[in-house]
């Protein structure tokens, strides 16, 4: 059986998906190839030559990534923090700038012993289990009000469950119903949500376009729609003192602080930007007496 150099079909891949307009074409293409055959990518130099169905496999992939089908669904997941997330079609593919958030709701509640953590719009459970996995002992209670959505969030929570990680409470709720979890009303240390929040007709990368649903990206005309209903749930959530985080688009920057700042049970109202400088989510605190 003939084999081939796997880093000349690397190279060819690259190629292939820099000419399709894929913003990672290297990246992808060894991401791709260290997939087929079965290794971390930084040991494909270990892995010098392929057979020929190996190589047919992966010139498929290369193809599908090339028509702009998100590399995570091709691979099955995507790793978000300290989590490994099950994702295809139907759930938003959680991207690395929500990290962000998730890095600043866990300091957040850093000096909080058993915390207790809502994420609001959970899409495939990223911020729900990244807490989860970072802080073992918190009580984590996450929200979707789609059933696609909520059905890789349950199959994501209880493989991170049966890997012995903490359980995470699933809701199938809609976070613009006025009696969102009256249970936890006043008593959550920390609220997290990544929203839809994509002004509708804005333009997006096909990836976006052709895969992620539609609900989770969009929404409304200003993109604030869902948001406004997040500002109404946390406040009433959260007790004295319990933190507020919203990813929010890079046209929000003044519009997402403004709505927290016209609570006045919210304080402390701050606005944080990404690795490449663009505004990517706000925070506020709930405050101990009116404001």
Not at 103 to 127: E, N, Q, R
Not at 165 to 183: F, I, N
Not at 215 to 226: H, K, N, R, Y
Not at 263 to 270: F, G, K, P, Q, T
Request: net charge negative.
């Amino acid at each position: 059986m003939t084999r081939h150099p796997l880093r000349l079909a690397v190279l060819e891949a690259e190629r292939e998906l820099a000419a399709a307009g894929v913003p990672s074409p290297r990246v992808d293409a060894e991401l791709l190839a260290a997939h087929v055959v079965d290794v971390p990518r930084g040991r494909l130099v270990m892995v010098p030559l392929v057979d020929e169905p190996v190589l047919g496999r992966y010139q498929d992939l290369v193809a599908r990534r090339a028509a702009r089908e998100p590399l995570q669904h091709i691979l099955g997941a995507a790793v978000f923090g300290p989590v490994t997330l099950a994702v295809g079609p139907g759930v938003f593919t959680p991207r690395p700038e929500t990290e962000l958030l998730l890095d600043w709701g866990l300091k957040a509640i850093a000096d909080v012993a058993s915390p207790l953590v809502v994420d609001l719009c959970t899409g495939s459970g990223a911020l729900a289990l990244g807490i989860a996995a970072g802080r073992p002992d918190a009580v984590v209670h996450a929200v979707e009000a789609d059933a696609t959505a909520l059905s890789w969030a349950r199959r994501n929570v209880e493989a991170h469950a049966g890997a012995g990680g903490a359980p995470v409470v699933l809701h199938a709720a809609d976070v613009r119903r006025p009696d969102l979890l009256p249970e936890l009303e006043t008593h959550v240390d920390l609220v997290l949500c990544n929203p839809p929040y994509v002004p509708d007709g804005t333009p997006v990368p096909p990836e976006v376009a052709a895969f992620d649903p539609p609900g989770a990206v969009f929404g409304g005309p200003d993109g604030l729609e869902i948001i406004r209903a997040v500002v109404t749930a946390a406040a009433a959530l959260l007790r004295h003192g319990g933190r507020l985080g919203i990813e929010h688009d890079d046209t929000h920057a003044d519009a997402v602080p403004d709505l927290l700042r016209r609570r006045r049970v919210l304080a402390d109202v701050e606005e944080h930007r990404d690795l490449a400088g663009r505004p990517r989510f706000a925070t506020a605190r709930r405050a101990a007496v009116s404001v």
